[in-house]
């Protein structure tokens, strides 16, 4: 049976919800708030934002990382920017235009009253970062620069070089440090979360590994907070960093916590295309590069020349052809589908025929060899140390690749999930980028929750508990979740079997890539969910884990994050499953027009779908949360 | 176009904990395919090892995009191995040759304990970090970001020195296991900047003496800047010593006023 989940969303006129919500909620005074404890797992933007503020506010602040410091958590890889409704172009930009464009960026499946705030704090986001001395590009005379990026027509994207996460992040970390110095936060690294503990249906702690020792113990705090960041490895290969994982939120789920829209996957279309079978990762080629590139295939499948032996009237540039309007700047999801339907129809290109090419000697010819090195010169660099080959002379290729994950744990307005004090912010939650996420909106958001959604809405929850007593680490509850977790461990190295971890989670992420990826069907998903069962069921008998559990021991660490892709990868398929329309990333072949585009169906589907664990990965249990839209209006997305 | 190298010799320091005396051991590569990176040749090798029931290598990885500053290998003595501006997870096969042999070991430096195989502990880093590497500027009182304006070069000459991924090969390619590369890019990129003014002096004493308290002293070998994956210039050493200096003149006189 499927029950309404109630979003919490203030009164009043969109544009003043936020501050009605200010308002009212309950506030704790600030000699109070040295007696509550927050515990903050992962210390990426969301973590570190959160953890600096609400230490300077004066709670006790406990923060966790499985890094070995802050600084190296996965949002330092952001490269674009982060978007902000500063209007400092004066090109016509407003908070309601941002709101507006994510909303529709988000293919109408994103929560009005979230979008609307993250685009009002959007604002104070580049404010705090520049006063922590976060190097922004500059114009000549000193104030910051903007690019623009997909989906807009403004100019509102804040970046420092190509290393936009790697600035915010160590404005953020060192934000936080200094409180760590000071003795306000508290920093455990190398120390993963294995477990929640709710005690009478609230959040009461959390059960953690030490990475170096081995050692499992309890936390107990008034809240918690998961930054944890996406689940983009579900696919094994993606442009995220290798630790990424779903445990946090996927242990997090086990006790309670409801799973949203967990198949609203992007798929990034220009990244460099897998070399051999070892490969690990999947390298990012920035979206920019589209702005001078054309991407192309040979017309025939049978072609084996290399690209300058192919003339003109032999090739395909494909995207030029379909969306003559937009041509080679198509959105990420459009792109992407194109890209893998070249591949499909055997007209791949590069060694193992899984590329199509991205080639610029247009572009070198019209605009001249320096001017392309001065806009591209570090990407090419980056490029050529990859692959070995120069794309001034011969065109890049490129695939698409799994980069970053709208869904995440269900929260409310007030970023809480449905197990009462624990919390969700950053990419671990699904609130604000619906069906797509436009390019540098997961920066804004990761620091608008960090810095400031959660600080204000956290004391709504903790003011009523002032003075009463909360279950500290002796209660039962958290012994017995330890030992759980302790045995859970033990048993990964007692299977004995003659796989790695790693075996397993390529062999998943081909099934999950197969058919939950770019393009999928009733019939794929289905058998999806066949294999994915008997591959985990393989996993369970065949697994090898070796060394012990009382030092480190990285492939004990790798088993425990694929055990909880196994049973995240199910329930993506079932959530793709039952979402029998194709909206952003979610492309069903069952439901598109004739031109093969994408098509919604806002009566039955503009709703959020988030999963109840039931003990059995293959029958998770459907709620939904409906979409009231009350200022926007649908429609469809055209790029032809 | 791809090729094979074959019949690679690898030498690996691997020690089992942080109280091991650790030793040398080789590994045979017999093939592997020159589009391979260096770390994904580690991860055919420990696939290999946990097939034969042995312990793969532990070390240290992420992104694998040369920015997060989590890998760090001494490859035949060579801080992040034989390219220049190149971070060990960046590094190719391509760059070596059928029947090398590779001399793989940890960073070693006194102020970074060894954990385990090639994992160090670069923890230190971020006690320089707390002490002093940071802006105070609370949450929500920060005022409108185009107030001051920062003139272009200045702004670039800060996001040269921010542009550190805090990897450690500086500290392990100097003789004095130094950190000076490392500290002095963190206080330039913050005293050039208009918003790191209020606090520059306290900043960059209370830094470079938690840093001496890790740290071993530089004797200006030049080693640091030669690994440094991000091509740090060794002249934001300058700058420190020149804030340090002057910092211990101010901030005395500033004390004895009270
Ligand atoms: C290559 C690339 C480029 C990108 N470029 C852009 C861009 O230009 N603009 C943009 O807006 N977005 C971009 N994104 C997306 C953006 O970087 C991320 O969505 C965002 O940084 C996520 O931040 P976060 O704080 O939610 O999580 P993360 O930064 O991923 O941090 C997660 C934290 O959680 C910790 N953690 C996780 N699990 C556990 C556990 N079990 N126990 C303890 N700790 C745990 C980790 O140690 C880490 O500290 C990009 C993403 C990629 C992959
Ligand atoms: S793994 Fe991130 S810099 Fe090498």
Redesign the pocket.
Same mark, same amino acid.
Request: hydrophobic share 35%; with cysteine; aromatic share 6%.
């Given at each position: 049976m499927t029950v309404t989940l109630d979003a919490k969303i203030p009164a009043g006129p969109l544009a003043d919800k936020w501050d009605n919500f200010k308002a009212d909620e309950k506030l704790v005074n600030p000699a109070n708030k040295r007696k509550f404890k927050i515990l903050i797992? %992962?210390? !990426?933007? @969301? /973590?570190a934002s959160a953890a600096a503020t609400l230490a300077e506010l004066g709670y006790q602040v406990e923060a966790? $990382?499985? &890094?070995d410091s802050?600084r190296r =958590? &996965? +949002?330092i =890889? @952001?490269? %674009? !920017?982060?978007n902000a409704a500063k209007n400092y172009k004066g090109d016509g930009d407003s908070i309601h235009r941002l709101f507006y464009d994510t909303i529709k960026g988000g293919d109408f499946r994103a929560r009005e009253a979230n979008v609307h705030r993250l685009a009002q704090v959007s604002v104070d986001i580049i404010d705090q970062m520049v006063a922590q001395g976060v190097p922004f590009a500059r114009e000549y005379g000193g104030l910051l620069d903007n690019r623009s990026f997909g989906g807009a027509q403004v100019s509102r994207t804040f970046y420092a070089r190509g290393q $936009? %996460?790697q600035q915010l992040l160590l404005g953020a970390y060192q934000q936080m440090a200094r409180q760590v110095g000071l003795g306000n936060v508290k920093l455990w690294n190398r $120390?993963?979360?294995v477990d929640i503990v709710v005690v009478d249906g609230r959040c009461a702690g959390i059960v953690t590994r030490d990475l170096l020792t081995g050692e499992v113990r309890s936390h107990s705090g008034h809240a918690v907070v998961l930054? $944890?960041? /996406?689940y983009g490895n579900a696919f094994f290969l993606s442009? *995220?960093a290798m630790a990424? *994982?779903t +445990? @946090?939120i996927w242990r997090a789920h086990r006790r309670g916590a409801y799973f949203a829209n967990p198949c609203y996957t992007q798929i990034h279309p220009t990244c460099i295309p897998q070399s051999d079978e070892f490969q690990s990762k999947l390298t990012?080629m920035s979206e920019s590069l589209r702005n001078d590139g054309r991407v192309w295939v040979p017309k025939n499948a049978d072609d084996h020349r290399p690209p300058h032996q192919i003339p003109e009237d032999e090739r395909d540039y494909y995207l030029e052809r379909l969306y003559p309007s937009f041509g080679n700047l198509a959105p990420r999801d459009i792109s992407s589908r194109a890209a893998k339907r070249a591949v499909d129809s055997g007209r791949g290109v590069g060694p193992l025929k899984n590329g199509v090419y991205l080639d610029f000697s247009d572009a070198i010819g019209r605009l001249g060899k320096a001017v392309v090195e001065e806009r591209y010169g570090n990407l090419f660099e980056m490029y050529e140390r990859i692959t070995g080959e120069n794309p001034y002379d011969v065109p890049m290729r490129i695939y698409p690749a799994s980069?970053?994950t709208m869904g995440g744990l269900w929260v409310d307005y007030e970023l809480m999930t449905t197990i009462p004090g624990l919390y969700a912010a /950053?990419?671990?939650n699904f609130s604000d980028h619906g069906a797509n996420r436009l %390019? @540098? +909106? =997961?920066?804004?958001q /990761?620091l608008s929750d960090g810095y400031f959604v959660l600080p204000y809405t956290i004391s709504n929850y903790l003011a009523p508990w002032l003075n009463k007593p909360i279950p500290d680490t002796s209660h039962p509850e958290f012994a017995k979740v330890e030992a759980e977790a302790r045995d859970r461990f033990r048993q990964y190295l007692s299977v004995g079997g003659t796989r790695s971890p790693d075996w397993f989670h390529r062999e998943l992420g081909k099934i999950i890539w197969d058919y939950c990826g770019m393009e999928r069907s009733r019939e794929g998903l289905e058998k999806a969910l066949g294999e994915i069962p008997a591959l985990y069921a393989e996993f369970q008998k065949d697994l090898r884990v070796t060394g012990d559990a009382e030092s480190v021991n990285q492939t004990l660490e790798k088993a425990g994050r694929v055990d909880d892709f196994f049973q995240l990868g199910m329930v993506m398929c079932q959530d793709a499953l039952v979402r029998e329309e194709s909206c952003g990333g979610h492309f069903r072949v069952e439901h598109q027009t004739e031109e093969g585009e994408a098509l919604r169906n806002d009566d039955e589907f503009a709703h959020v779908t988030a999963w109840e664990w039931s003990g059995d990965p293959t029958r998770p249990i459907e709620h939904r949360e409906q979409l009231e839209y009350e200022v926007v209006k649908f429609q469809t997305r055209s790029y032809k | 176009m791809t090729t094979t190298l074959t019949n690679l010799t690898l030498k690996i320091w691997r020690q089992d904990g942080p109280g091991d005396a650790g030793r040398f051991e080789t590994y045979q590569i017999p093939e592997i395919s020159d589009e391979a990176s260096f770390l994904e040749m580690l991860d055919v090798l420990n696939e290999r090892l946990i097939g034969e029931g042995t312990e793969p290598v532990t070390f240290d990885h992420d992104c694998r995009e040369g920015i997060c500053g989590t890998c760090s290998l001494m490859i035949d003595g060579q801080a992040h191995g034989p390219q220049r501006g190149t971070a060990t997870c960046q590094l190719h096969m391509r760059k070596f040759q059928s029947g090398d042999t590779i001399v793989i070991e940890p960073w070693r430096a006194s102020a970074f304990p060894i954990i385990k195989d090639l994992m160090v502990d670069r923890s230190a880093f971020d006690r320089i970090v707390e002490a002093g590497g940071y802006i105070s500027a609370d949450t929500g009182g920060a005022p409108d970001a185009n107030l001051i304006p920062i003139p272009k070069p200045v702004a670039d000459a800060a996001m040269d020195a921010a542009a550190c991924i805090g990897c450690g090969a500086c500290v392990a390619a100097c003789p004095n296991g130094a950190a000076n590369l490392f500290t002095a890019a963190k206080v330039t990129h913050l005293n050039l900047l208009p918003q790191g003014q209020a606090e520059r002096f306290k900043r960059v004493e209370a830094m470079v003496e938690t840093m001496d308290e890790y740290f071993g002293s530089c004797t200006n070998h030049g080693e640091c800047e030669a690994a440094c994956p991000k091509e740090i210039s060794i002249d934001v050493i300058a700058l420190m010593n020149a804030d340090y200096r002057k910092a211990k003149f101010k901030n005395r006189k500033a004390l004895s006023r009270i």
């Open positions: 797992v %992962g210390t !990426g933007l @969301a /973590g966790f $990382t499985f &890094h802050p =958590a &996965h +949002s =890889a @952001a490269q %674009g !920017g982060i $936009t %996460g $120390t993963e979360l930054c $944890t960041g /996406g442009t *995220n990424c *994982n +445990s @946090a990012l980069h970053y /950053g990419e671990a %390019g @540098a +909106s =997961a920066l804004m /990761g | -």
